[in-house]
């Protein structure tokens, strides 16, 4: 499917936009800080089908002249879907879990540091690099980021509303060993210096937005 729209946007002359993600580093990547040109061996389908997509795009555009931008997201946070399972999907579980019940049991260690952006962010940085002007940029394919905590450090914010909320960890091996392959914190300094990209939430920020959609339970409403 990718071969075919990398196709037909070199043809018509089309830009194409392609997302990538955290998952396309591994484990011999350099995590803290990631920059955006480092060895990538991703141990995931999901990671290498990404960097392939990375790859071709910016094959296309050497070869062809195609117009192709890729961004690699960190861990999406939003209040609009619920959580799917995923490495990073923990940053919003633990939400519904606090003011469903007040008790969160996460599957990672209390220490594991991912970067993560809150979904406004995501979109917002989205359609800042597509709308860039081409000379701008020096790269097909930019790290972006807004934040990068643990499960430790996003549980004693939450519990700034919810302070009964009581944290225990059941540790995924899968999981934990995936998130330990996978960055720390994103070196995005090329995206802000050359389309401007900057964030708008940090964590305090996020886990304010994050309740204000999610509901007014009473304990919330007590907290404020």
């Known amino acids: 499917g990718l071969h075919n729209v990398l196709d037909i946007a070199a043809e018509h ?12 580093f591994g484990p011999t990547s350099p995590r803290d800080p990631t920059p955006d040109l480092c060895i990538q061996r991703p141990r995931t389908i999901y990671g290498v089908s ?22 690699r997201y ?4 939003s209040a609009d879907s619920q959580p799917g399972g995923g490495t990073t999907d923990y940053a919003v579980q633990i939400f519904h879990d606090a003011i469903k019940n007040g008790k969160f049991k996460c599957y990672l260690r209390p220490d594991t540091r991912l970067p993560m952006m809150y979904i406004d962010d995501c979109l917002k940085a989205t359609l800042e690099v597509m709308e860039a002007p081409a000379e701008a940029l020096t790269m097909r ?5 807004a ?11 939450v519990q700034k509303y919810v302070p009964e909320l009581q944290m ?9 060993a995936i998130a330990d ?12 210096r050359d389309w401007g990209w900057k ?26």
């Open 13 to 24: 002359n089309l830009r194409l936009f392609v997302p990538s993600t955290i998952g396309a």
């Open 50 to 71: 990404k960097v392939h997509a990375e790859l071709m795009g910016e094959y296309y555009h050497y070869r062809y002249g195609l117009d192709f931008r890729c961004l």
């Open 74 to 77: 960190p861990g999406i946070i």
């Open 141 to 145: 394919t930019y790290n972006i980021s």
């Open 147 to 157: 934040m990068s905590f643990t499960p430790e450090e996003l549980a004693q914010e």
């Open 168 to 176: 225990t960890y059941n540790v995924d091996q899968v999981r934990q």
């Open 181 to 192: 392959s996978w960055p720390m914190n994103f070196d995005d300094s090329n995206a802000r």
């Open 199 to 224: 964030h708008d939430y940090d964590l305090p920020e996020l886990v304010t937005t994050m309740f204000s959609y999610l509901g007014s339970d009473s304990r919330i409403a007590q907290a404020n």
